[in-house]
């Protein structure tokens, strides 16, 4: 391997999020010292997940097919569909192996300033998954921001008139949060929320 191998090596590894250029060169050259088991197989998987993993045309999730195996998933409540700005949001809830409905990536969150407006994302899409039959509730899971929930509200204004519940997440205190630790935000948002025991 030739040392413009390596730098293309170590630039490509430095624009994964988390990689800085000292961080690169460390995964570069723990790659190259361990190319049987690591390096090739890696590549391999790369090249795999570049011809093989597309969007999912229905919800906007990755996978290798289209339908993606949640929306395609008999044992899936069809009625709830989770709300959610990107790929890695859906993914973050599915860890939680706590919600068993459909989901809908968004693709990003309406941002005037950064020129993000509502044909950017896939509201259209959305709002025609909500008037279908089985579909019951909208959840809304974007961001606790103020682009997060300035698209939780443009959202909410869309689907007015459609016979179907829209709830969102519950913000307030994390599971094992002591108080004196929190921000005023998160405090503010769990004593509105409050719930009776």
Known sequence: MSITDIDRLIQMLAKLPGLGPRSAR??????????????????????????????????GNLDTADPCTICTDAKR??????????????????????????????????????????????????????????????ILATGATVDGKTTAH????RLAGAIIAISELAHGIPVGGELDYL????????LKDRRGL
């Open 77 to 138: 409540d069809q009625s709830l569909v989770c709300v959610v700005e990107e790929v890695a949001d859906l993914w973050a809830l599915e860890r939680t192996a706590s919600f068993r409905g459909l989901y809908h990536v968004l693709g990003g969150v309406l941002s005037p300033l950064d020129g993000v407006g509502p044909e950017d994302l896939t509201i259209d899409r959305l709002l025609a998954r909500a008037r279908q039959d089985q579909v019951k509730e909208i």
């Open 183 to 190: 921000d005023d935000g998160t405090l503010a948002a769990a």
């Open 154 to 157: 443009y959202i909410t204004d």
């Open 26 to 59: 460390r995964a570069a050259l723990h790659l190259i010292k361990n190319r049987e088991a690591l390096l090739q197989p890696l590549s391999t998987a790369m090249e795999a997940a570049a011809d093989n993993v597309n969007s999912c045309s229905t919800c």
